[in-house]
């Protein structure tokens, strides 16, 4: 609608609210309306009187405060005042017919429903869902829903099809206090062929704090988890798992849920007052390792055992079972204003969490135990000097019927069981708490959830989420679910491929059982792309072609998951879109047994004219323009059960209609060169960007073969270029601000070549702990693969030494210093350039940074390079049917055949 239909259109509800007499609902906007109803009389609607503000009934007045006719998103501002100095159950109905043109589609905040069979009540669904809903036909519809900020204990949706519309409805429950006033903010919006999609990635853009993906937090928060293989696995002394820390680092995990460390549900710091409350039987062999005796030695333990994992390079999250549980006799003593009983939600489960606490539900905000709460989250979070929480049980969807309620503006009523708060809010509450303490890195803590269908706060409030469930469980019907309500935010599987419940484990051999984990890991791999998950390495460990797809599929996640594909795609089983602009990436499945070809088109009104594509590899493929500026990118292969991932590369424009283009990108580490190569030379002048990646920087330009002046770096993502008419190749070429030298040095350089001496590690003198570990981790990449990776094991160490380097034999040096140590060892200033450099000097592979935490990244980045050298990734453990068929400490390689020496002994 344009604005002066929008302004007209307010005009005329303001005449329709002064002349009618009383109605039982306020017409907002033409197709817009507003019922309230009062929760104390019956679930009876109220007779409102128009007025040009908005209506009263009642000792009640409604003020409906109109939307700018300019803001392609209408806001509607609701108010309701009482007047009689009582307090008022209300329920707001808020209705928008929907012209619809053909066959009706709606999706009421949860999943798609057909609303040719019934009408829909939300109530039937008994999950919460989002606070929006959309409905759709072939020319498009609107989308309904409450502003992301507010925050509400209760919603519904509604819908009922007529002919050529949807009468869509969202209902919010509310309270107010005698005399009190309460406001809440709903938006509407118009949306194209993309239908709940375009709802979607509009409503995320209202609140891009809630649903972006969080850059302030631990980078390893948006990384696979590793599912306790640096937690539980690490286990002490005899028990620790061989090389956990290189299955960690092989399979790109970033950070482990690290649970219950703590003694008692509820006092998860340890307080000396708390310490000795009697315990249930539980498992002796935890109470022993965690040291439950002596509460000294208990601190000890659990400060080794995160300052450990975080040694390793995981990032070790502090395990709450979302503050809403506590250990009965400590709730009952000291917390009995929190307890939360609500009689569709457990609020009593024995022997739980520790294994040996009987827990109550409690509510952690608005009550005395959300002082405890914080006080311990920030003794933790101090004490182990955390990256953040694993909070665990969030769902957040229980109501809190007590006393602690009334301080909530955001509760709500049910008319038989009286006023309660959502459990979501408090949890949501908790996590912004958390959320806002930083760490001695200068990082935010982050919070990664377990959300279930989560109450929608949980969701907005948290970094990262979990869903306890591998990706066909439920025969994979609410994947969608989960990802709608997170947003572009990171997700990851959380269960394992549980052979023992599909399979006939006892009658398989060898070869069938690696196929049926080849099968299984292809589809996780392919879901995981579907809907913007990671799987953790409970997923990937041991499977060296899963652990192949790993570094495109965390890009896209890194990118960000966008609800608009924003592309079609034929012999494509889906196509999904990551990231906007220049990180755009379009992946398309092929989840059937057989090879097949695909091609997509773009959508240019969504993503714009002239986009340029190559595959996410850098491999070539062909574009080609249509009349209207779309791309489209046909012929891509598929293996069976493959997901091909196209990145855009480059931008021209004007889009020449009707010319096609091949698009390689060659990336050797310390050089990258893109290549366009026009099939029909350029019919007229244009202006070409091309991706600059982060870490590159601008060489050189070249137009059929000749030189093409300097070209330009446009706002820090792009070169851009002037392409003159008849040009038939056009080269950018880029240099890394980080490696000088080419991915074949840096792989052939001698770590420990076959019967030759190892490389030996010099630090300089008084090298900082995080150059130590950068050592450690290059020494420990090279000893677990000679030791488990090949089929006849060897034992190699590489030397550590500090200030001298061996006068003989080929030497690794590592500088946090800024390169003057290196620099006094391979008397080589021209390759240490910069604040960071990689490279191979003679007889030295040098690693320089600015600072020893520099350092440390720095290493990581080559060793994702030297993995291609030394592949593993890892070792199966001892599960039933790995155990079995014998197979437990081998690895499935990429040939698709058992390899590697048992590191289990």
């Known amino acids: 609608m344009s604005g002066v239909r929008r302004l007209m259109g307010a005009l005329m509800v303001a005449v329709a609210l002064v002349s009618a007499g009383p109605v039982a609902a306020l017409e907002m906007a033409p197709g817009l309306e507003l019922e309230v109803i009062d929760g104390q009389s019956r679930m009876a609607p109220m007779d409102l009187r128009p007025s040009a503000t908005g209506g009263t009934a009642r000792d009640l007045t409604v003020t409906i405060g109109r939307p700018d006719p300019s803001d392609r998103i209408e806001r509607w501002r609701v108010t309701c005042t009482d007047l009689a100095g009582k307090a008022r159950w209300l329920e707001l109905r808020v209705s928008d017919h929907v012209a619809i043109e053909g066959a009706p589609r709606y999706w009421p905040g949860f999943q798609q429903v057909d609303l040719a069979e019934e009408p829909y009540e939300g109530s039937r669904t008994g999950s919460p869902a989002m606070p929006l809903a959309a409905a759709w036909g072939d020319g498009g519809g609107r989308a309904l829903g409450l502003e992301p900020h507010e925050r509400v204990s209760w919603l519904e949706h509604a819908a009922e099809a007529g002919e050529g519309q949807v009468r869509m409805t969202l209902k919010v429950r509310i309270v107010l206090d005698p005399g009190d006033a309460k406001t809440l903010q709903f938006v509407r919006y118009d949306v194209g062929g993309w239908g709940m999609y375009e709802a979607l990635d509009r409503y995320y853009d209202l609140a891009p704090e809630y649903y972006e993906v969080r850059r302030n937090v631990d980078p390893r928060i948006n990384m696979p988890s590793a599912q306790y293989a640096a937690w539980s696995a690490r286990g002490s002394g005899e028990d620790t798992w061989p090389w956990w820390e290189e299955v960690c680092r092989r399979n790109f995990a970033g950070w482990d849920w690290c649970y219950a460390p703590f003694k008692r549900t509820g006092d998860i710091f340890g307080r000396t007052e708390d310490w000795e409350a009697p315990m249930q039987p539980g498992r002796e062999d935890v109470k022993q390792r965690m040291h439950l005796d002596d509460i000294d030695a208990f601190r000890r333990w659990r400060q080794e055992a995160f300052a450990g994992g975080e040694r390793g390079g995981v990032a070790m999250l502090f395990y709450v079972p979302a503050m809403v549980w506590c250990e009965e006799s400590l709730a009952r003593e000291k917390f ?27 509510l952690p905000s608005g009550t005395s135990y959300e002082d405890r709460a914080k006080l311990d989250l920030i003794a933790v979070a101090r004490e182990l000097d955390l990256s953040g929480f694993a909070f665990d049980t969030a769902t957040g969807d229980a109501r809190h019927f007590g006393p602690a309620a009334q301080r909530f503006a955001s509760r709500a009523w049910e008319p038989d069981e009286g006023e309660f708060v959502r459990e979501g809010i408090a949890i949501a509450e908790i996590i912004d708490y958390c959320r806002s303490m930083v760490n001695s890195r200068g990082d935010h803590l982050g919070v990664v959830s377990n959300l279930g269908f989560g109450w929608y706060t949980v969701c907005q409030a948290t970094d990262a989420a979990l869903r306890e469930a591998n990706p066909w469980q439920n025969e994979r019907a609410y994947n969608d679910v989960s990802r709608y309500f997170l947003g572009r935010k990171p997700a990851c599987w959380w269960e394992g491929y549980d052979l023992h419940n599909i399979l006939a484990y006892e009658e398989m051999t060898p070869k069938q059982l690696a196929e049926a984990y080849l099968g299984l890991s292809d589809f996780v791999i392919s879901e995981s792309y579907r809907w913007g998950f990671l799987p953790t390495a409970t997923f990937t460990r041991g499977i060296a072609p899963a652990i192949a797809q790993l570094p495109t599929l965390v890009e896209c996640i890194h990118a960000g998951w966008e609800p608009v594909p924003a592309a079609t795609a034929d012999g494509a089983s889906f196509v999904t879109r990551y990231g906007e602009r220049w990180q755009t990436r379009l992946a398309l499945g092929n989840e059937s047994a057989e090879p097949a070809t695909s091609g997509v088109t773009t959508d240019a009104q969504w993503l714009g004219r002239g986009w340029l594509f190559s595959m996410a590899d850098g491999a070539a493929v062909r574009n080609e323009f249509l009349t209207d500026g779309a791309t489209r990118v046909a012929g891509i292969a598929h293996a069976p059960r493959e997901v091909a991932v196209l990145r855009a590369q480059a931008r021209i424009t004007p889009a020449p209609e009707g010319a096609a283009l091949t698009v390689e990108v060659h990336d050797e580490v310390a050089t990258r060169t893109v290549t366009l190569t026009m099939d029909e030379p350029l019919a007229e002048a244009a202006d070409l960007r091309v991706a600059l990646p982060q870490g590159w920087a601008v060489a050189e330009a070249r137009i059929d073969g000749g030189p093409a002046g300097v070209p330009r770096e446009a706002d820090h993502a792009t070169v851009q270029l002037d392409v003159p008419a008849g040009a038939r190749k056009v080269q950018v070429a880029m240099a890394s601000e980080l490696f000088a030298s080419d991915r074949r040095a840096l792989q052939g350089f001698p770590l420990a070549d076959d019967g030759a001496e190892p490389a ?125 068929v014998g197979v437990v400490g081998k690895y499935i390689g990429a040939d698709g055949r058992w390899h590697g020496t048992s590191p289990l002994g």
């Open 760 to 884: 030996t590690i010099v630090l300089r003198p008084g090298a900082s702990e995080q150059e130590r570990i950068a050592a450690e981790r290059i020494a420990r990449m090279v000893a677990s693969y000679y030791a488990c990776a090949l089929d006849a094991p060897r034992e190699v160490t590489l030397p550590i030494a500090e200030a001298d380097a061996p006068a003989t034999g080929p030497i690794v040096v590592i500088d946090g210093s800024g390169g003057a140590f290196a620099e006094s060892i391979v008397g080589r200033r021209e390759m240490l350039r910069g604040a960071s450099a990689v490279g191979v000097c003679d007889r030295a592979l040098v690693i320089v940074a600015r600072d020893g935490a520099r350092a440390l990244q720095v290493t990581e980045r080559l060793l994702r390079v030297l993995d291609e050298q030394y592949p593993w990734p890892g070792y199966m453990v001892g599960l039933t049917p790995n155990s079995a």
């Open 336 to 362: 009995a204003d929190s307890l939360t009983q609500d009689p569709k939600r457990r609020s009593r489960i024995e022997r739980w969490v520790t294994g040996w606490d009987t827990c109550l539900r409690v």
